[in-house]
């Protein structure tokens, strides 16, 4: 299997489990804490950009695109199925509370900036991993200069 197929199957596999975490986040950020929501849809996406950070860059980010599709499309369509059983059984123990308009676009441009992140941790550790390659070979390519220098065989 080829390194662009085994990300994809990655990426498959957390927006699978990412899509119905989407809308736990959903009901949390409206009923518990918006905070404590946030903060679970962070800690998710850093987990889902390390581990799609072993590929190389061009195929974590097909993998991160394809993860966020799954996730984000099979989020909403769960939380249009799901969300009025979702109210049905919490109002039965407590009050549920609705987001308005403004505090429901307030969750969708924090969730689409976590997504952001996910292409930005991934770029990141691209360059960071292009960068010490490039010392690497910076330091091999001294060592022969400095040992051709001092070597008798120009003599």
């Given at each position: 299997m080829t390194n662009n197929q085994q990300s994809v199957k990655s990426a498959l596999r957390y927006g699978f489990i990412g899509a119905p975490f989407l809308v736990f986040i959903y009901e949390c950020y409206a009923n518990v804490m918006p905070a404590i929501a946030i903060a679970m849809a962070v800690g998710g996406i850093v987990?889902?950009?390390?581990?799609?950070?072993?590929?190389?860059?061009?195929?974590?980010?097909?993998?991160?695109?394809?993860?966020?599709?799954?996730?984000?499309?099979?989020?909403?369509?769960l939380e249009i199925m799901l969300h009025d059983r979702i109210v049905a059984f919490l109002e039965k123990s407590s009050k549920y509370f609705h987001l308005d308009f403004k505090e429901t676009i307030m969750f969708v441009?924090?969730?689409?900036?976590c997504y952001v992140l996910?292409?930005?941790?991934?770029?990141?550790?691209?360059?960071?991993?292009?960068?010490?390659?490039?010392?690497?070979?910076?330091?091999?390519?001294?060592?022969?200069?400095?040992?051709?220098?001092?070597?008798?065989d120009d003599e």
């Open positions: 987990f889902v950009a390390v581990r799609l950070c072993k590929y190389e860059l061009s195929d974590g980010l097909s993998a991160g695109a394809f993860f966020l599709v799954i996730s984000a499309g099979l989020g909403l369509f441009v924090q969730i689409v900036l996910l292409f930005i941790i991934i770029i990141g550790k691209a360059g960071v991993r292009a960068a010490i390659n490039k010392i690497k070979n910076n330091g091999e390519r001294s060592a022969t200069f400095i040992e051709n220098a001092f070597s008798e």
